[in-house]
């Protein structure tokens, strides 16, 4: 009975989260790497695409493998008028053979190196859209983020509104208003309703698009997204080009086809060369015993070689030169992506900071100074000693001033997932220090 009683209060214990759910109908909070791990196992583009670089992968083997050998039989110098007869000439013959055909010396390696140079770049490709796809997923959640945060101000900003309400129809209501205070404060809520409706079908938007790259039913719901500290990159600017150069899968990529363009240059080179064919030919002959002719019939075989006459050197040098254009193509490619990589990640590293500082300055000044501020308008209008529309400009200060605050560090988020995908991976990160409140 004892151990009924705990089966059960296990069970309970499992299914009262999702009862919860359920119940409240709000999904619980949303995890990041969970969702980045889903989006990479799930998305059907990166399974497709693991399928292609095994078919190129199975294709190295292939590079590498002779050609079938081939056999051949045949009636040799039958005669015309004894068409089934073996043994009326002395020429014919039954023949069996096998020939091969042998590319030139280093061809076949080569072949196989090419192959493999075309796999490895396709691997990165498949690395590198790993990493987009991953941004992708993070980009969307900090749009979540300040979307809902946005959604929370206007929320407490519709409360704002129904008190400026209350203390106007009280101020009017003694002679001490005008009846505009009223009429301006239900516009400015009508306002926020308005904006409160766009928010929330941008939210929809964002979930299914998230949704969408984690391959699941659109419709599935997103839980709310946690508060986060800003870490901060703990590489410098030249160890995160150092870095990117090192882990970026589109610049390995580029280097597997700047290989493969010089394995390319190196096979057409040997085109120059002549490929072969060896031969083998056994003869089986019958014994004839006429009076015109005795021939004991004895077998014979034939063993040869042939080679094709590299003479059209034109078409030659014109392979050369298609694969030297090749390699140059895949390393002007590496050389504009390595000067772009350096380019934004010092870009990203001053949009970092700048919103660092921004997020910095809101909390620990502007947002405490604008609600001190509105507070004192609201006190001031109480008493008549300033009018409505100073009451309204500090509701707006403070409403874009925390807008502005959730957008910097939604933004900042998003640069920095923009920055690991721009140097190939993770980076490790330090926590800033949080900054005190300067308001008085």
């Given at each position: 009975?004892?151990?009924?009683?705990?089966?059960?209060?296990?069970?309970?214990?499992?299914?009262?989260?999702?009862?919860?759910?359920?119940?409240?109908?709000?999904?619980?909070?949303?995890?990041?790497?969970?969702?980045?791990?889903?989006?990479?196992?799930?998305?059907?583009?990166?399974?497709?695409?693991?399928?292609?670089?095994?078919?190129?992968?199975?294709?190295?083997?292939?590079?590498?493998?002779?050609?079938?050998?081939?056999?051949?039989?045949?009636?040799?110098?039958?005669?015309?008028?004894?068409?089934?007869?073996?043994?009326?000439?002395?020429?014919?013959?039954?023949?069996?053979?096998?020939?091969?055909?042998?590319?030139?010396?280093?061809?076949?390696?080569?072949?196989?190196?090419?192959?493999?140079?075309?796999?490895?770049?396709?691997?990165?490709?498949?690395?590198?859209?790993?990493?987009?796809?991953?941004?992708?997923?993070?980009?969307?959640?900090?749009?979540?983020?300040?979307?809902?945060?946005?959604?929370?101000?206007?929320?407490?900003?519709?409360?704002?509104?129904?008190?400026?309400?209350?203390?106007?129809?009280?101020?009017?209501?003694?002679?001490?208003?005008?009846?505009?205070?009223?009429?301006?404060?239900?516009?400015?809520?009508?306002?926020?309703?308005?904006?409160?409706?766009?928010?929330?079908?941008?939210?929809?938007?964002?979930?299914?698009?998230?949704?969408?790259?984690?391959?699941?039913?659109?419709?599935?719901p997103i839980g709310p997204?946690?508060?986060?500290?800003?870490?901060?990159?703990?590489?410098?600017?030249?160890?995160?080009?150092?870095?990117?150069?090192?882990?970026?899968?589109?610049?390995?990529?580029?280097?597997?086809?700047?290989?493969?363009?010089?394995a390319s240059r190196r096979?057409?080179?040997?085109?120059?060369?002549?490929?072969?064919?060896?031969?083998?030919?056994?003869?089986?002959?019958?014994?004839?015993?006429?009076?015109?002719?005795?021939?004991?019939?004895?077998?014979?075989?034939?063993?040869?070689?042939?080679?094709?006459?590299?003479?059209?050197?034109?078409?030659r040098r014109a392979m050369?030169?298609?694969?030297?254009?090749?390699?140059?193509?895949?390393?002007?490619?590496?050389?504009?992506?390595?000067?772009?990589?350096?380019?934004?990640?010092?870009?990203?590293?001053?949009?970092?900071?700048?919103?660092?500082?921004?997020?910095?300055?809101?909390?620990?000044?502007?947002?405490?100074?604008?609600?001190?501020?509105?507070?004192?308008?609201?006190?001031?209008?109480?008493?008549?000693?300033?009018?409505?529309?100073?009451?309204?400009?500090?509701?707006?200060?403070?409403?874009?001033?925390?807008?502005?605050?959730?957008?910097?560090?939604?933004?900042?988020?998003?640069?920095?997932?923009?920055?690991?995908?721009?140097?190939?991976?993770?980076?490790?990160?330090?926590?800033?220090?949080?900054?005190?409140?300067?308001?008085?």
């Amino acid at each position: 009975m004892k151990r009924l009683y705990t089966f059960a209060l296990l069970v309970l214990l499992a299914v009262s989260p999702t009862v919860a759910w359920a119940e409240g109908g709000k999904p619980p909070a949303e995890d990041l790497s969970r969702l980045v791990s889903t989006a990479l196992d799930n998305n059907p583009e990166l399974k497709s695409s693991q399928a292609r670089w095994q078919m190129y992968s199975n294709r190295i083997k292939q590079a590498s493998a002779l050609e079938d050998p081939m056999f051949m039989f045949k009636l040799q110098n039958m005669v015309a008028k004894y068409p089934l007869s073996f043994d009326k000439d002395t020429m014919t013959a039954k023949v069996i053979g096998v020939s091969q055909q042998l590319p030139f010396w280093g061809k076949r390696a080569i072949k196989q190196e090419l192959a493999q140079y075309e796999a490895d770049s396709y691997k990165w490709t498949i690395d590198e859209r790993k990493l987009e796809l991953a941004r992708m997923v993070k980009e969307t959640y900090y749009q979540i983020y300040a979307v809902d945060r946005f959604l929370q101000i206007i929320d407490k900003n519709l409360q704002i509104m129904d008190d400026f309400i209350t203390i106007a129809e009280s101020k009017y209501s003694v002679g001490q208003g005008g009846q505009q205070d009223i009429y301006k404060a239900g516009l400015e809520k009508s306002k926020m309703l308005d904006m409160q409706i766009t928010l929330k079908q941008q939210r929809k938007s964002l979930e299914a698009n998230l949704n969408s790259l984690l391959y699941r039913p659109v419709t599935t719901p997103i839980g709310p997204i946690p508060d986060f500290e800003l870490p901060q990159p703990a590489l410098s600017a030249e160890q995160l080009k150092e870095t990117a150069f090192a882990k970026r899968p589109q610049i390995k990529s580029l280097i597997s086809l700047a290989n493969k363009g010089d394995a390319s240059r190196r096979l057409a080179e040997k085109e120059y060369y002549p490929d072969f064919n060896v031969s083998f030919e056994y003869m089986l002959r019958e014994a004839i015993n006429t009076e015109m002719t005795k021939d004991p019939g004895d077998n014979m075989f034939t063993v040869g070689v042939t080679f094709n006459l590299p003479f059209q050197r034109e078409r030659r040098r014109a392979m050369v030169a298609e694969a030297a254009s090749e390699t140059n193509m895949s390393l002007e490619e590496l050389n504009g992506l390595r000067n772009n990589i350096t380019y934004s990640i010092n870009d990203i590293l001053a949009q970092l900071e700048r919103r660092q500082k921004l997020v910095e300055l809101y909390k620990g000044g502007i947002i405490p100074q604008a609600e001190q501020s509105l507070e004192s308008a609201i006190i001031s209008y109480r008493v008549n000693k300033v009018d409505f529309l100073s009451l309204l400009d500090g509701r707006v200060n403070l409403f874009n001033y925390e807008r502005e605050l959730y957008e910097s560090q939604a933004e900042y988020m998003m640069k920095l997932a923009q920055l690991e995908a721009l140097v190939g991976g993770e980076l490790p990160l330090k926590t800033a220090e949080p900054v005190a409140s300067t308001a008085k």
